[in-house]
């Protein structure tokens, strides 16, 4: 069966998939878009609500489907799973949410699909590791949102602090999407600038203060909108779209996907963001940015607490 570049899969509808959906389908980079959910009267009530808006859009087909429409799709996003509720960390999530993707890949498996699994569910980093580990397809084609989304907010934020396009940005959240990510300062760049040359082009010369405050309002994003809102979606539609684009048009992007380690900076074994080029292949090659001892040290910590947890499934 070969690969229809123009046909997106999404499994799970709930507010993440289905604003996902909604965003893929704006996006107009697929003709064919098939969502599937434990609750098929869910799926078909945003297929029929998306697919509303098709007239101010572009026409595609959109629909609820089964694991038997999945052959020659590109892309499988996966989004299914519980959330996390007030005070409740990504990692809080692994026992209900381990169980759902091993039977979502379980159905996955037994049909011949070549192109690219895209897990978004949490805690992603230790999903995609089971999604690798459980359809044993190659590495490259088996990618975790990651921490996509906090360097999307990570960039926003410091377009606020410096009064700045973000996309003019070139700066990394690294490690676990989770508690223990960090931000990869050493290599920050505003128009090609250092970071902190470009804060004192703008008056600000207190940077340690700054950073502390940027990157933590970054790290509890989630836990505040979700305080107030009960669940993120919006940010990560639109990350899941960027990924997609880079996927389905082969483009070569560098994003911080998670995806596995094989020997950068000493880490085996692990799945957790670092850039890497994206492409129709899914990880072309992952990008090891230099950091320093501190950047190095916390990326080694982040990936000691995920393997703790990857211990618990998979003991050898
Ligand atoms: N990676 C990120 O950056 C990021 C950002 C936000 C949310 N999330 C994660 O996305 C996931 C979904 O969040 P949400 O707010 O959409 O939750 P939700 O409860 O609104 O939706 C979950 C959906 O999954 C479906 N589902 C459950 N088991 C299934 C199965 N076996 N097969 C198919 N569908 C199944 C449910 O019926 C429901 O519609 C959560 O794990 C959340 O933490 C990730």
Redesign the pocket.
Known sequence: MSIDSRKVVV?????????SAFALMQSKLFSEMVL????HD?AEGEAMDISHGMAFASPMKIYAGTYDDITDAAVIVI??????KPDET?LD?IRK?SA?MK??IGEIKKRPFEGILLI?????DILTYIALKESGYPANRVI???T???TGRFRYELGEHLGVDSRSIHAFIIGE?GDSELAAWSEARVGGMPINDFCELRGHYDHEASMEKIFNSVKNS?YEIIARKH???Y??AM?VCRICAAIVRNEQSILPVSSLMTGEYGLENVVLSIPAVVDENGIETVVPIELNEKELSELQQSATVLKKVIAEFYPD
């Open positions: 499994v799970g509808c709930g507010f993440v998939g289905s604003s599937i959910d434990a609750d869910r989004t299914a799973g519980a959330n996390q990504r999530l949410n759902i039977s979502i978004v569910s949490n805690p992603v975790g949102s990651g996509v989304l906090d999407h989630a669940a993120t979606y940010g990560i990350a």
